[in-house]
């Protein structure tokens, strides 16, 4: 498969990139966060995006997706990126959607994937239990009891954990925090009797949420894959969200990158503008080169996932694209607020909102560093 769009998705990431910048242009996520909207993310625009299926697009058709591939997700959420449209897309689709559709049952899949597409229901992961990514450092528990399992412990940064309809809980029904093994999947209602959900108000005027389990009663059939085996769900789940995380990243620093180049060929200091200082010309065009290298790391990434590449090229390549990504993130957007001068800090100017979502997306399932050591390990170094 060639490393480039076809058609279908050029016309795709068209049209997404028109919806988001006429109906969930930065100014919307302005309004959320002034007006403290409490699902951080306007419905009707949500319900618009379902209308034209993107929350359908990687699943099968037999349980109300589109079958349309990770590419074509991946342009839609890279425009999303652009506007820093607030949304379930990621946590719904990108993470907890792929997890149903990689370790669910038939009934489940059936149960939960036509919802998902629909937009109807809203899932998401409650995975992390501290302030640093650790997939295996699992503390809560899940102990067998009456024909189910009762689940007790903490989760923090569960991303619109408290919007969301179901929570994937992944808990400890064997071994030892740290351990690969023993690790597995629940599915939960948010409303079930022992679920605590408190709402974090992030720096980027996203959402999130830390969730607290107490004596939570479910069935045998919340079970999500195999028992003990939770990780063979887990690890592919997480590293198809890392791409899609990483397209969105990448429209969010390509738009950060465009507003500064254009800012600089407007501001003028001493009569002339800016652009045409050698220094800013010289860190613009370093910009550039590293904007370029993190499409074709993003690009490759999806273009993995639909091929159907091994489990280890694709955690590979998830985590270069990660860290990358994470790395030109980082740099944009503090060389926007720089070129901006001192009006870049106030919020005033939109290009404050994209170094604070940079600040959260770089850390969000593993930042840069975490993602070259596994890319060096996964390496065999």
Not at 209 to 216: I, P, Y
């Amino acid at each position: 498969m060639p490393m480039i769009l076809n058609e279908e998705q050029t016309m795709l990431r068209d049209s997404a990139r028109e919806f988001c910048a006429s109906n969930a242009p930065i100014a919307q996520l302005r309004k959320l966060r002034d007006s403290d909207n409490p699902d951080a993310f306007d419905r009707a625009t949500w319900k618009a995006m379902v209308e034209l299926g993107w929350a359908g697009i990687p699943f099968p058709e037999e349980y109300g997706g589109l079958a349309f591939g990770y590419k074509g997700l991946g342009v839609v959420t890279e425009e999303t990126g652009r506007t820093l449209t607030a949304s379930p897309l990621f946590a719904s689709v990108w993470v907890a959607g792929t997890a149903v559709n990689l370790g669910g049952s038939a009934a489940q899949k059936s149960a939960l994937l036509p919802g998902i597409a629909a937009g109807e229901l809203l899932m998401t992961l409650a995975l992390e239990e501290s302030h640093r990514h650790n997939p295996y450092g699992i503390a809560t528990t899940a102990k067998a009891a009456g024909g189910g399992y009762v689940l007790n412990g903490s989760k923090t940064f569960v991303i619109d954990g408290n919007s969301a309809d179901k929570l994937i809980v992944v808990a400890r029904t064997a071994g030892k925090p740290g351990d690969r093994a023993g690790i597995s999947l629940f599915i939960v209602d948010r409303a079930a009797p022992g679920v605590t959900v408190q709402r974090t108000k992030m720096t980027d005027s996203r959402n999130a949420a830390n969730v607290e389990l107490k004596d939570v009663k479910v069935g045998a059939d919340a079970l999500l894959g195999k028992l003990d085996h939770g990780a063979d769900v887990l690890d592919p789940t997480l590293d198809i969200a890392r791409i899609g995380l990483t397209a969105e990243m990448l429209g969010s620093l390509q738009e950060c990158f465009d507003r500064t180049v254009q800012y600089l060929k407007e501001r003028e200091q001493f009569g002339v503008k800016i652009g045409t200082f050698q220094a800013l010309k010289h860190r613009a065009a370093d910009m550039f080169c590293e904007v370029e290298l993190s499409k074709s790391c993003v690009l490759e990434a999806l273009t993995a996932l639909d091929e159907g590449r091994d489990a280890k090229e694709i955690a590979k390549l998830a985590s270069l694209a990660k860290a990358k990504v994470g790395d030109t993130y980082h740099r944009v957007s503090r060389e926007g607020i720089q070129m901006h001068g001192g009006i870049g800090m106030t919020d005033e100017f939109d290009i404050g909102f994209f170094i604070k979502r940079a600040a959260v997306t770089e850390q969000a399932f593993g930042d840069a560093n975490y993602h070259r050591d596994r890319y060096g390990v996964l390496e065999g170094y």
